[in-house]
């Protein structure tokens, strides 16, 4: 942490009481611009946690205050979704402000990353992705668009239910939004990084900029990967996917359903892109989103049924090819083969991107490039805490 950043000169208020009867009992972690403490109300029952953040009081007008304002003020327009975490009050004195926050113990990251409660399990994945649709769709007729999406920001129980949106600190009311690079870089659209961008030339949409975000956090549930670091053409994987439609099926080891929505949701003109109901509805439509996902089995239909329909099924084909004369042939599931010279330019072509370990990249054979490798992580009791802080707002 920086010396400029405003959170080293406030003191640990560890064991003060704020607001009357709010006890601050564990101090759990510091980001850029304020302190979060684990707390409690001194008459409730032990177990019964509050967060609240504490941050400097700035003077009035200051860049600072209105900063600040704009957070507090879009979370509390918010707030009372169940999608969101809960802001529950604002305690003012005169050297500090106080943010009482919904108390959580997991973010969505430990839960995707970490603990893999998604990996393989298509129910589960459909109902988180409606569950933040539904807190999104519900922030935007508001009039708040988050500009800050990651499963860092997202809170959540421990089996990676009840998700909530967290840290408001870059959100915005503004449908278009002339802040660029404003975010988190790996889940920001091309137009967002670039203002020579041609959907760019008057700002981004903060709208499409929130789906892009989702439809690269939905990459994590299927995968337990993003497909790269950043949408930029100086980005081998982004580069690749943009010359190669099919870079994704491979690289993200997913089906053809789910790789034709994403290269829907990644479409470098923003106009083309799902809206975040189309994207709910196409997500809701998939049976399997990944090649390691089960397979569907159908119910199986008693023998004499089964019989008696194969029998009619095969009566019926005959009867229609003879009075149409049609050919029958199985259509291809997958574009023929190119030329020996083709592939070799392809391969030549291909980025050589970060590799994991031999474990990790032990895909089937019909994998052609490897993917970029989401944050390895092992956290500490420490850094979970700090993370906690961040995601109730603070910044490193």
């Given amino acids: 942490m920086s010396p400029s950043c405003p959170s080293q000169t406030l003191p640990d208020l560890t064991g003060s009481v704020v607001g009357g ?20 109300i001194v008459t409730a029952p032990v177990g019964h946690y509050l967060a609240v953040k504490c941050m400097w009081r700035y003077k ?13 003020h879009n979370h509390k327009v918010v707030s ?24 959580a113990h997991n973010d969505l990251f430990r839960a995707l990353v970490d603990r893999k409660v998604f990996r393989n399990r298509p129910a589960l994945i459909k109902g988180a992705i409606n569950e933040i649709i539904d807190a999104l769709a519900f922030m935007h007729r508001k009039g708040v668009y988050h500009r800050d999406i990651k499963p860092e920001n997202l809170l959540c129980d421990r089996d990676g239910q009840n998700i909530r949106f967290a840290d ?43 789906m892009w975000a989702v439809a690269i956090m939905f990459c994590t549930f299927v995968s337990d990967s993003i497909p790269w670091l950043n ?11 943009l010359t190669h439609e099919n870079f994704l099926l491979s690289s993200l080891n997913i089906t053809r359903e789910t790789n034709d929505l994403l290269k829907r949701c990644f479409d470098f003109n923003p106009e083309k892109r799902p809206t975040l ?4 509805d196409a997500v809701n439509a998939i049976e399997r989103f990944s090649a390691g996902d089960p397979e569907v089995v ?74 970029p490798p989401f944050l390895k992580t092992t956290r500490s009791r420490k850094s979970f805490l700090n993370s906690l802080a961040r995601n109730l707002g603070l910044r490193r």
Avoid: W
């Fill in 21 to 40: 009867n709010l006890k601050l009992i564990a101090l759990l972690g510091a980001g850029a611009y304020g302190k979060v403490y684990k707390a409690r």
């Fill in 60 to 72: 009035r007008g200051s860049s600072e205050d209105v900063a600040q304002a704009k957070e507090i």
């Fill in 80 to 103: 009372k979704h169940r999608g969101v975490v809960t802001l529950h009050r604002q305690i003012v004195t005169d050297k500090y402000t106080f943010v009482v926050l919904e108390y």
């Fill in 168 to 210: 408001f600190g870059l959100s915005t009311h503004k449908v278009s939004s002339t802040r660029f690079g404003c975010g988190s870089m790996s889940y920001m659209p091309p137009e967002s990084l670039d203002s020579n961008h041609p959907a760019a030339s008057d700002g981004f949409s903060s709208a499409a900029s929130d």
């Fill in 231 to 241: 949408a930029d053409v100086n980005d081998r994987a982004y580069s690749y996917f």
């Fill in 277 to 280: 109901e189309e994207f709910r």
């Fill in 298 to 371: 159908s119910p199986s239909m008693p023998e004499s049924e089964e019989a008696e329909s194969a029998h009619f099924s095969s009566s019926a084909l005959s009867s229609l090819s003879s009075e149409t004369n049609i050919s029958h042939s199985t259509p291809p599931t997958s574009p023929a083969p190119s030329s020996s010279s083709q592939s070799d330019a392809v391969s030549a072509a291909k980025p050589t991107l970060p590799q994991k370990d031999a474990a990790a990249t032990n895909r089937p054979a019909r994998q052609t490039c490897q993917r």
